[in-house]
């Protein structure tokens, strides 16, 4: 069936630094997928939805500037963390709509775990 | 704007026990209500969907939940639960956009 992977599943990395976040859609293709973030034992909550071919459209709150999203195919979107902080310690999550599916149904990735230190 | 309530953070049941996981909504229109389960360290996987049709609706691993528009809610049922069933249970609803919404979550442990 439908999956979508994430890639890495888990990333530690010194604060200031760049984090990228792969989200792939498989066999599939989704020209929309969204972004959540999840802190520890708290809920999913949206960050940006990523829109094959144009800007990602940002959540009242989340920075553009520092969450970038770049949706360039119809398999793949990315998350970069910009100048992590250890505030951005979190548990990112991925989703992507498909077809088959009820509306608002979404697939989602299996997380990365993000650590600044 | 949309939003989700699961008003029990922590829910523990003995093994073999029924359980119900509340969910309230609030939404303009026909809502399309979702609940998912997550496992530590884990991405969510679906349980059951609604959107139209019986309000009752049958998921995988047993559960079941009841829609009832005049109360708003969504709850979530299992006649006699596993201990595997211990995880953390996500109840959303759909809006504009494809968008969900999610409630806080409600975390199941199980007693053996």
């Known amino acids: 069936g439908a999956v979508v992977s994430q890639h890495p599943s888990r990333v530690i990395c010194k604060s200031g630094t760049s984090v990228k976040i792969e989200c792939r859609s498989l066999d599939f293709q989704a020209t929309t997928m969204f972004w959540y973030r999840q802190f520890p034992k708290q809920s999913l909550m949206l960050m940006a939805t990523?829109?094959?071919?144009?800007?990602?459209?940002?959540e009242q709150g989340v920075e553009k500037d520092k969450f970038l999203i770049n949706h360039a195919s119809l398999t793949l979107s990315t998350l970069t963390v910009t100048s992590a902080h250890p505030e951005d310690s979190s548990f990112y999550i991925c989703s992507a709509p498909h077809k088959g599916l009820a509306p608002n149904e979404q697939f989602f990735g299996p997380g990365t775990r993000l650590t600044v230190l | 704007a949309q939003s989700v309530t699961q008003p029990d953070i922590h829910i523990t049941v003995s093994e073999g026990a029924s359980l119900e996981l509340r969910c309230n909504y609030s939404y303009g229109a026909t809502p399309y209500l979702f609940w998912y389960v997550q496992s530590p360290g884990q991405g969510l996987q679906l349980l059951l969907k609604?959107?139209?049709?019986?309000?009752l609706v049958q998921g995988i691993k047993g559960f079941e939940a009841e829609f009832k528009r005049s109360q708003s809610s969504f709850n979530l049922r299992k006649p006699s639960v596993h201990w595997s069933d211990a995880a953390e249970y996500f109840c959303a609803v759909g809006g504009g956009g494809n968008k969900l919404t999610f409630g806080t979550g409600t975390q199941l442990k199980v007693e053996l």
């Open positions: 990523s829109n094959e071919g144009s800007k990602a459209t940002y």
């Open positions: 609604y959107f139209s049709g019986d309000t």
